[in-house]
Every structure is written in C-alpha cells, then in structure tokens.
C-alpha cells in the first residue's frame, strides 16, 4: 500500500532522489523520509507521478490551482511526534504533520515550505496571510473555528507529566492541581480549564493551581525538569514522548480525554482549499496511509478519525 504513494513524493525524480543517492530496492523507504526529502527539494521541483493514485488523479483534475504551487504551512516545531526540528539537520522539520502535509501536498500536487512561529503566533500568521495552512498539532475547538476553517483528522486525550513517582499526587484536572503549578503554553486549551478550578479549590479551602506560560512544549517539559513547575498537561502522545526521553526524571499520572479533536486551519476565504484538502484527507485515510504514518512516529494509530469541518 506505501509503494504506490512512493511515485509521487516531492523531490523524488524516477525512483531516485534529487542527489541521486537512493534507486531500486531502497525505495519503500522513501515514504518514511517525507519530511526530510521534501524539505531538501528546491522550491517547485515535483516528481514525475506514474504511480499517483487515480483519487489524487481526479482531484489535481478537481482542484487545478493548487497543482505546482507552493503553500507555506506554519509550525511550532516543539512536539516531538508532530513537528521537531531534525535532531541530524536543525534546518529540516520531522514529524507526523510534516509527512500528513508532504502526503496531502504529494495527493494534490503542490509542494510545502514551512514557517515556524510561537504556538500562539499560529492563527494569527494565517489570518495575516503569512501562511496558507497550519498542521501543528493544534486542537479545533469551536472559539478557534472563529479565526480559520478547521479540518479535524485525529481525536485528542491529553496526558498529566509529572516528577517521577509523582510526589504531588496530581490525578487530573481537578482539584488535585489546588496550590501547585502548571506549565502551559500560551493559548493552549488547557489553560482555561486549570484557571476555572480556582474557585473550587477556594471552596475546599485550598489555594488556587497557578500557571506558568511559555512558547513551547520543551520549555513546559524543562519547568518540571528544573523543578520550577508540578505538571504539564498536554497531548498524551507529548507526554508519553517526553517520558520516553527523560524516563528517570519524568512520568505520566493519569491520561484525560478532551472534548477536542486536531485540525488543519486553513483560512476562512479559502473554501477551495478546505475542502481539497478534506477530499485529498478522505483518500490518505481510506488507503491506510494515515495510520501508518500514526505508527511511524510512535502516535495512537487508533485516534485516527474521518474529516470533519468545523467552522464558525
């Protein structure tokens, strides 16, 4: 099932790569390398596409102005699993949503190029036109859905890090957070809800949890390493990313599922590519590819889920 998609990955010219350097028998490993090889192609370079799916087909013949043209996707490159800057070439991202985008831009024949920018600065880069789309790991809640079209592709649950052996015994979003500190990022949804329990822990006669704001998962993950913050609440798949690199120092309290799912943001006045990309979604799922794209970055292929528009 991943062969067929290999005809069409950006940078890839007749089997091999734009230096030459892979032919043959190592070309079922070219999907796994999405992020990296398309970010390395020059500006425009597409590959010749013999074995692009006859779906995509139809929907290049559907959708003709996005075929050759280059979209800029806005990033926060700080969710190992999602989007990270390449650990082997700082210049290059790496992660699910860098290959999700590579995939849909391969499906509907227009290449990527990248803009990182604070968490918070994501919306606001695409509604000032600096951006095109945003796949970042954001959550589509209907106050954002207010600033740009969601297109939903994967449930959420939240994970609790802790200090090892969790001495603050944090259970959740609950008054088990009363008196202690949250690392969050500015913007993020969970920021709300550990500000709402203020008046419940006052009522328990507790004082209330107290935030710390940063721009970025590492920053939140290096409060509790430094031991300036209890917790961070964030995506289980972050959590679980981040108690796999610190295993000694860190670990998951309890997992809480989220009335949210993640989306792709795509301006308001661009119901084209909205719905491109729902179409160009719809076929990446169907063929598999999704989930096994959710396995290569060690996501929950299971919190994979169809396309939904939420728009306000």
Known sequence: MLEKFIGYVPGFRDGKTVAGAMTGPGLPIVLGLLG?????????????????????QELQAKYPKLKGATLVDALNPHTPGYEALDPKDPSKYIGFDVDLVEALGSCLGFDVTYKPVAFAALLPTLQSGQADIVISDIYAT????????????????????????????????????????????????????????????????????????YDNNADCIQAILAGRADTYINDVNTVDQAVKAYPDKLEKAVAVTLP???????????????????????????????????????LDPNTVEAPTIISR
């Not at 993640?262 to 799922?285: C, H, S, Y």
Request: aromatic share 4%.
């Open 142 to 213: 209907e106050d954002r859905a207010k600033a740009a079209d969601f297109i939903t592709y994967s449930k959420v649950f939240d994970g609790v890090l802790v200090a090892k052996n969790n001495p603050r015994h944090i259970t959740g979003i609950n008054t088990s957070l009363c008196g202690d500190a949250a690392a969050e990022n500015t913007g993020f949804v969970e920021v709300p809800l550990v500000q709402n329990l203020g008046p419940e822990c006052k009522a328990a006669g507790k004082a209330e949890p107290t935030l710390q704001l």
């Open 260 to 298: 949210y799912s993640i989306g792709i943001a795509v301006p308001k006045d661009k119901t084209e590519l909205r719905d491109a990309v729902v179409a160009a979604l719809t076929v990446l799922q169907k063929d598999g590819l999704a989930a096994e794209m959710m396995k290569k970055w060690s």
């Open 36 to 56: 990296l090889a398309a970010i390395a192609a020059p500006s425009g370079a597409r590959a010749a596409m013999p074995a692009t799916p006859a779906a995509c």
